[in-house]
């Protein structure tokens, strides 16, 4: 799937709940030599939930637009209910479903999180730039999180786990 060049604003999260292969993934990237700017709005940029298989993200940038909040403002009107006055994304992309591959992006000026590997297993994150994440939150920040604390059985053999490396 290619994105053509341009600014696009994302007011709500990009489900990729495709049922693809490692082999034979369905790419979202943008067009050779064009540059792909999304602005997250909603709680996350792209989501891939649990059940969803082959997934690629490939040269896009992902800006969470937390840079709009006076983090002491955020402090002292939101401590116990973050999200009534926190303007911009908590997270660049949401890995629950196996597979997926996050490469060559810039996610930027999220809240919480540039990619958060939660439920998801095959996933590779490599050679993106990362920065500014954490800009305004109340409980820290991280570039990328592997979060799991569930039995997921064997694995295959094949494919590591996770599988992140190259990144800035």
């Known amino acids: 799937i290619y994105i053509r060049g341009g600014r696009y604003e994302l007011n ?7 049922k693809a292969s490692a082999e034979t993934p369905v790419t979202i990237t943008r067009l050779p ?14 989501d891939v939930p649990e059940g969803a298989v082959g997934v690629q993200i490939n040269g896009l940038e992902l800006d969470g637009r937390a840079h709009l909040n006076d983090h002491w403002q955020v402090i002292r009107t939101s401590w116990w209910q973050a999200q009534d006055e926190v303007l911009g994304g908590d997270m660049g992309v949401q890995v629950d479903g196996e597979h ?13 999180k540039a990619v958060n590997v939660y439920m998801g297993r095959y996933a590779t994150v490599r050679n993106n730039v990362i920065f500014n994440i954490g800009w305004a939150s109340l409980t820290g920040g991280h570039g990328i999180m592997r979060k799991w604390d569930l039995n997921f059985g064997a694995d295959d053999p094949a ?8 990144n800035l």
């Open 100 to 112: 997926v591959t996050v490469e060559e992006c810039v996610i930027h000026d999220f809240n919480q």
């Open 12 to 18: 709500e999260i990009v489900e990729l709940n495709v």
């Open 33 to 46: 030599g064009e540059r792909v700017h999304l602005l997250v709005n909603a709680r996350q940029g792209f």
């Open 159 to 166: 494919h590591y786990r996770f599988d992140f490396y190259g």
